[in-house]
């Protein structure tokens, strides 16, 4: 079903990094000489912070040039494609293996309490009696970090003691973003909101609402949490909005990505929470597969380096213009909007089409996916085609909708709630995208 043109609600914008979660044993620390270094690491991992606790917002490959903004401890702040600022971990910026599974064997020498974070103060996960055995990622000073029940956990570094074994560890699930702690700067910088946003009392889409903002209020910046702005209101309030809801008067315009590595890419699930979109002849609902697919996209563009940002990554209603601004704001190099189709009788059409609004932003990118598309799929091609939607009408961005099938269709569902059929998307929207950039057609 294609997206309603409907008078806007003004709903905040809500999006999720890609879980991208690669964990490894410290080994040395690599002192920045200049302000660029180059990764010689086959993969490394871009996290929100400066610490192992934060999650990955992305990766980069082997080679990739990074302007060094600060460093924290072992962690080095760097500039990315697209205007991003992430963290690395400075002793796997020369290790070839940075993106490991392997950790260090410990015991406890004594009962020790595990924590989420790396303090004294921090959410209280567990405890471990003296003699467990641990799964070491990573020891820095007075704390180490460990695997616990899947997920990163840190315990006092003297109750520890490591064995000198190592063990393949399985990818830990992170779900806790902590909260940067950065200096505020010299002088008052001032943002104002491009949508309605939530203020919130930390830096977290979870987290709770202060306030709730109009589009167009001033709010001064206290400090920045990496992708998070503390800031003030006129009348006072204090708390947390996300950088891309935001814009910075005067900002310079983002480097456009010559790569998929280089990308940063939005991936808009079609309807969701009340939303449901279009029903198949079994009363399934659109949505639940929009995300499917989404998810298989993200993850095998994620697997190539590519930055994956969703406009959401569950079962919530989000309106049309937050997703729109989502790509304008993140300066992205490619939206993809996943829809399916509904013929006004079931079982009457089949196929899938590629959406553009504008011949002279998009419409390369959406013949550059719809090949690709007709290459790698059984489901007949219907070819690309101009829609006036308003997720691609609001985007300043390269911007595409995909009708993958049509749900009300019983052989095009049976390919639709196909994990096999959403994989085969999958790559072929990761290689209609490399030969879009290796064209050089993005502006």
């Known amino acids: 079903m294609r997206l309603p043109q409907l008078k806007l609600k003004r709903w905040p914008l809500i999006l999720a990094f890609a879980a991208l979660i690669g964990l490894s044993i410290a080994t040395s620390t690599v002192l920045a000489s200049s302000q660029t270094l180059t990764v010689r690491a086959n993969l490394l991992n871009v996290r929100l912070g400066p610490g192992l606790s934060y999650t990955a917002m992305g990766q980069v490959q082997g080679g990739t040039k990074l302007t060094v903004l600060k460093k ?48 004294g103060s921090a959410t209280l996960l567990g405890t471990l009696k003296a003699g467990s055995t641990l799964d070491v990622l990573y020891q820095e000073g007075n704390w180490t970090e460990i695997a616990y029940k899947n997920t990163a956990a840190w315990v006092t570094s003297s109750a520890v003691k490591l064995t000198g074994a190592t063990t393949a560890l399985a990818q830990p699930k992170q779900t806790y973003v902590q909260k940067a702690q950065t200096k505020a700067p010299a002088r008052a910088i001032t943002v104002k909101t491009n949508l309605s946003v939530n203020l919130r009392q930390a830096a977290g889409i979870n987290a709770p609402i202060v306030a709730k903002l109009a589009k167009g209020t001033t709010l001064t910046v206290l400090s920045q949490a990496s992708d998070w702005y503390h800031v003030r209101t006129a009348d006072g309030k204090t708390g947390y909005v996300a950088s891309w809801t935001v814009t910075t008067p005067g900002s310079a315009s983002a480097k456009a990505a010559t790569s998929l590595a280089e990308a940063t890419i939005v991936l808009d699930p079609g309807h969701g929470g009340q939303d449901a979109g279009a029903e198949s002849t079994s009363n399934k609902y659109e949505k639940t597969y929009t995300l499917a697919m989404a998810k298989a996209v993200g993850a095998a563009l994620s697997a190539q380096g590519a930055n994956v940002i969703y406009t959401r990554d569950n079962d919530t209603f ?126």
């Open 318 to 443: 989000v309106d049309l213009e937050p997703r729109a601004v989502a790509a304008n704001n993140a300066h992205a190099d490619a939206f993809i909007s996943i829809h399916f189709d509904s013929s006004p009788n079931p079982n009457e059409a089949t196929g899938f089409t590629t959406y553009y609004f504008s011949a002279a932003t998009s419409k390369p990118l959406a013949t550059a996916i719809n090949k690709s598309l007709a290459a790698g799929l059984t489901l007949a091609n219907r070819g690309i085609a101009y829609g006036n939607f308003q997720v691609l009408r609001d985007n300043k961005q390269p911007s595409i909708l995909m009708e993958m099938g049509y749900i009300n269709t019983d052989k095009d569902f049976k390919l639709i709630s196909s994990p096999a059929y959403q994989q085969r998307v999958a790559v072929a929207v990761v290689s209609g995208l490399q030969a879009y950039f290796q064209a050089g057609n993005h502006q």
């Open 72 to 119: 924290e401890n072992s962690w080095y702040q760097v500039r990315l494609a697209g205007n991003k600022i992430g963290w690395v971990a400075s002793w796997l910026v020369d290790n070839t293996e940075a993106t490991t599974s392997t950790a260090s064997v410990a015991k406890t020498t004594t009962a020790v309490n595990v924590r989420q974070t790396a303090s």
